[in-house]
């Protein structure tokens, strides 16, 4: 009979909330830098306007509300960061 208790009090205790850790946290999702080009008057005259971008993806985490490694969207895995650049004309 003790161990049918153990085992209730070890289900108990996983699906307790002292094990729950806050998910708090502020990250660099997505971010897009651009900058336009007016076509009249510049080197870009025979365009009606043109666009330099750059965009990055998952960045990193600024802050979050615990001290452990683990990321409250991804778990233990670490996110892929991407960036990309472009050029946007529009004739």
């Known amino acids: 009979m003790p161990a049918t208790r153990d085992?209730?009090?070890d289900i108990f205790y996983r699906s307790s909330s002292g094990l729950i850790e806050k998910g708090d946290h502020?990250?660099?999702q997505d971010i897009r830098l651009s900058y336009n080009f007016a076509?009249?008057?510049s080197a870009f005259s025979?365009?009606?306007n043109a666009q330099?971008?750059?965009y990055a993806n998952n960045l990193g985490m600024i802050w979050k509300a615990t001290d452990t490694d683990w990321d409250?969207?991804?778990g233990f895995a670490k996110p892929l960061?991407?960036?990309a650049a472009g050029?946007?004309?529009d004739f």
């Open 7 to 9: 085992a209730f009090r």
């Open 72 to 74: 409250p969207d991804y």
């Open 39 to 41: 076509g009249t008057g």
């Open 81 to 83: 960061k991407s960036i």
């Open 46 to 48: 025979n365009f009606k």
């Open 26 to 28: 502020i990250r660099l």
């Open 87 to 89: 050029l946007k004309i």
């Open 52 to 54: 330099v971008f750059v």
